[in-house]
């Protein structure tokens, strides 16, 4: 597979990753319509797609890779939040491919995000305008770094917006309420659920024979976790469950391939966010002078460091009231 690999035609949205055989990952290129990543997965006679990007041209892209690479059509869809940028390329499989979700996943795909897209399409000038808005807070930014970011989320909404004329809202057409496996002629994955952390439910692909595990965004590559929708410490306690499983090579939701170092990271990183909050709030100080701390400088999604400060602090207060 390596060497179909090297002669795919190519994607502008994501480069593919060699990760063992018959297991590619599909990682995003910043600014593109991808943003999140996606995995490939030839069971034998059976091809698998983990996520399904950002935009429809995306998994275009990736639904001619997984035909490409393994010779198959794709079969299964795995969505394994309900977040766009893993769920927008749906329709690119349909009807072919059945789309495999946990329940949870899907009654919220079905309410609260098919109600979220309803909105993004009655108010498609302000968003536009707000776009506009952005693209001239990154002109007067002066942190090399940060702007190099906000001009990735700048163009990764313009994709976004360009394709929401054509894009059909596609739910999973199958559910499961904690495990599954689908089995193929050369090899068995098992979909995972320990409840939700990132989002109200997560899913995981585990691959136990190749010790992988396709994470979605429970595990962020270099990245600051998005906290927006999460649940700190149940994320915590769901870390703590896929390490008792066999891993040793993680595809993240976003970021490049990676181990259970990156695993521990983002364990680190939210133990931290709740420290530095629930002191901050103990000494009744604002959360909005906090800087990000020296260990994740470096991490992309920097814009998020606030709002997770502002998550854990409403989190933190409530519990008090």
């Known amino acids: 597979m390596k060497n179909r690999i090297e002669s795919f035609r190519g994607s502008d949205h994501f480069r593919l990753n060699y990760i063992a055989d018959r297991v590619i990952a599909a990682i995003a290129v910043p600014g593109t319509g991808s943003l999140g990543n996606a995995a490939i997965i030839d069971l034998g006679d059976t091809t698998l797609v983990v996520d399904t990007f950002s935009t429809i041209q995306a998994a275009e892209d990736l639904k001619a890779a997984a035909e490409y690479l393994t010779g198959n059509p794709v079969s299964y869809v795995i969505n394994t939040h309900w977040h766009s940028d893993h769920t927008s390329g749906n329709q690119v499989f349909l009807p072919a491919a059945h789309i495999i979700s946990t329940s949870t996943t ?21 968003l536009y305008q707000a776009i506009e808005e952005f693209k001239e807070q990154i002109q007067q930014e002066t942190d090399e770094k940060l702007k190099r970011e906000m001009a990735w989320e700048n163009a990764s909404d313009r994709e976004f917006m ?16 904690q495990q599954m496996t689908i089995h193929g002629s050369n090899r068995s994955i098992q979909l995972i659920t320990f409840g939700g952390g990132h989002t109200q439910s997560d899913a995981i692909v585990y691959i136990p024979e190749d010790k992988i595990v396709v994470i979605g ?5 270099k990245h600051h976790p998005v906290l927006t929708y999460a649940n700190p410490q149940e994320w915590l306690n769901i870390l703590e469950q896929i390490e008792l499983l066999d891993v040793e090579t ?20 939210i133990t931290d966010i709740m ?35 502002s998550k854990v602090y409403d989190m933190i207060t409530k519990l008090e009231d």
């Not at 490049?256 to 170092?261: A, G, I, P």
Request: charged residues 25%; hydrophobic residues 35%; glycine residues 4%.
């Open 217 to 221: 965004d429970l595990v962020l590559s």
């Open 106 to 126: 899907r009654e919220i795909m079905n309410t609260f995000a098919r109600d979220r897209l309803a909105q993004y399409r009655e108010n498609t000038e302000q």
């Open 250 to 269: 993680i595809v993240p939701g976003h970021g490049e391939v990676c181990s259970l170092q990156e695993l521990h990271e983002v364990k680190g990183y």
């Open 162 to 177: 360009k394709m929401l004329p054509n894009l059909v809202h596609s739910l999973p057409t199958i559910t499961f309420d």
């Open 275 to 309: 420290a530095i909050v629930t002191e901050a709030v103990q000494s009744k100080n604002s959360i909005d002078e906090i800087e990000v701390p020296e260990l994740y400088r470096s991490w992309y999604f920097t814009t998020y460091f606030k709002t997770n400060l």
